[in-house]
């Protein structure tokens, strides 16, 4: 094995923006074994008296997820959210035309709002712009976030729930732009629905923000005018502006794959340009963020209809080394796009596309879970500009592109920092040198990495713990200056700490 060599200069004055704590989200959807089976599951010995899993509410708190976006997804345009609320004896059984399964509706808002409480994360909550109507935008904002008085702030009261729910984050609608949506419309049709709806949502309670329909990934045929012209109708009432994408390895070209990144954040700078164009054409002192609230590797098949049963088994992806080191360089992209991007939830956080499984008597953590834990739990403060020179590794899809991708956060109110790399070769270790160039005392104080030879490795029931990030010898730094040998197919993270 050769061994390759890079550089990375950091300077903590150098930096990009604040770090949104919304970053590190997820995304609940009424599909699969996300919600029965998955969080919630009252007939099982772990769950607590609210039939939450309390084995997966531990295995969530650890990955620190800051906000969770629920009902949906594509369940949500066909959702009245009427069935989830009240009695739970009285709820009707519905037939899930998004995903052809049966819904229970023993879960709903007010148990999706004790969940968030449970994991101590905010709730994002979609409405309905497919079979719902700006009416019912509204109406589920006053059941919400109204204190009393009025019919539904008075029907949550009657529903056990006397303290308002104050949900901040709401979506308006999902993937309106995708001809399988229930509802789908035109950027025109979207657009002057999700205004009016944000309208009424936002007269019910200016402190909410709103977060307008994207496109549903960069292919889609419409995209990007689909996001200019809706962002051009709705702009002054919508804060942030959708992104969905999933990733895979679709041709078994394990090089390119490794250097999806570069989409990641094309994507982004893509929808930069439009958030920019729009707010100048619309002569507006206003302005709306991304929130990249679907995101995942997605791509092995398995069945996407529940032919009719409760909580079928839906995509539960087996994630292996190369996923996870995909979810990294994500993560990454995220902090490297921090001026823009401010929420982000990976869809989904169990069972259903999820590298968190569940079966009755325990949890199986796939190597992107780890993955997820480190940085959500770590990049904190502000992203720093780095300045990375890589050797290029070479793919079919994308050319040359670096064979390291890496991030680095700082945080000034607690002088402590990260650094996140991915070494994306297939058989050269890099060896790295880090040189601080803004003069202070720097030490490395842990070190963790998550590697392996084989890039299709995976977790099982039967061996667990095949792939997980271990603590590594964390290197010394003298002068400003330190090396670190990255082996090849790795997920690196340094945490640092500043001595002034
Ligand atoms: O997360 C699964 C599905 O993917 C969602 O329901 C939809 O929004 C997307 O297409």
Redesign the pocket.
């Known amino acids: 094995m050769t061994t390759l060599k890079a550089q990375i200069f950091l300077d903590t004055n150098r930096t990009i923006a604040p770090i949104s704590p919304l970053l590190f989200g997820g ?1 609940v ?1 009424h ?1 699969g074994r996300c919600v029965y089976q998955g969080i919630y599951d009252p007939q099982s010995p772990l769950a607590d008296a609210n039939g939450l899993r309390q084995d997966v509410l531990q295995a969530l708190r650890d990955q620190a997820y800051t906000v969770i976006r629920y009902p ?4 949500l345009s066909g959702y009245n959210w009427l069935d989830g609320v009240g009695p739970k004896g009285e709820r009707p059984l519905r037939r899930n035309l ?1 995903w052809q399964s049966i819904e229970t509706n023993q879960f709903g808002t007010n148990e999706f709002v004790d969940f968030c409480q449970a994991i101590n994360a905010a709730p994002m909550l979609g409405v309905n712009m497919g079979t719902g109507t700006i009416q019912t935008a509204a109406d589920l904002v006053e059941y919400c976030n109204i204190a009393s008085g009025t019919y539904w702030s008075d029907l949550r009261a009657s529903h056990g729930y006397r303290q308002p729910h104050n949900v901040r984050y709401w979506c308006v609608g ?2 309106m732009d ?1 001809p399988w949506q229930i509802g789908h419309l035109d950027a025109v049709a979207y657009g002057n629905k999700a205004l009016e709806a944000a309208k009424m949502m936002k007269w019910q309670d200016p402190t909410i923000q709103t977060v307008l329909c994207g496109s ?1 990934g960069d292919k889609m045929p419409t995209y990007p005018d689909w996001d200019r012209i809706a962002l051009e109708i709705a702009w002054e009432h919508v804060d942030y502006h959708s992104m ?1 994408y ?1 990733a895979g390895n679709r041709d078994n070209d394990t090089a390119s794959y490794l250097a999806n990144a570069v989409e990641f954040e094309n994507f982004v700078e893509t929808l930069e340009g439009t958030l920019r164009y729009v707010k100048a054409r619309r002569r507006s002192n206003h302005d709306v963020y991304l929130s990249w609230d ?1 995101w995942q590797v997605w791509y092995k098949g398995d069945p996407l209809q529940g032919n009719w049963t409760e909580a079928p088994h839906l ?1 539960e992806e087996i994630y292996n080394l190369e996923d996870a080191l995909v979810v990294a360089q994500w993560l990454n992209v995220f902090l490297r796009k921090s001026h823009v991007l401010k929420v982000a939830c990976v ?2 956080i169990v069972n ?2 999820s590298w968190l499984h569940t079966r009755p008597g325990g949890l199986l953590k796939q190597p992107s879970f780890y993955v997820f834990q480190l940085v959500s739990s770590l990049a904190r403060g502000e992203a720093l500009d780095l300045l990375v020179k890589a050797p290029p590794v070479a793919t079919q899809a994308y050319g040359d592109v670096p064979t390291l991708d890496v991030s680095a956060s700082y945080d000034a109110a607690t002088q402590q920092g990260a650094i996140f790399l991915v070494n994306r070769s297939l058989a050269e270790a890099v060896t790295a040198e880090f040189i601080w160039q803004d003069g202070k005392t720097v030490t490395i104080d842990h070190a963790w990495q998550l590697t392996g030879d084989d890039p299709k490795a995976s977790n099982s029931w039967e061996t667990p713990n095949r792939l997980v990030a271990q603590p590594v010898a964390k290197p010394k730094v003298s002068d400003g200056r330190s090396t670190l040998t990255l082996p090849p197919l790795s997920f690196t993270v340094l945490q640092t700490s500043v001595q002034i």
Not at 72 to 75: A, I, L, Q, S, V
């Open positions: 995304f959807e599909m949906g997804g594509n369940f998004a999902n993937e995708g549903s969905h999933y679907e995509a869809a989904q259903v596309i």
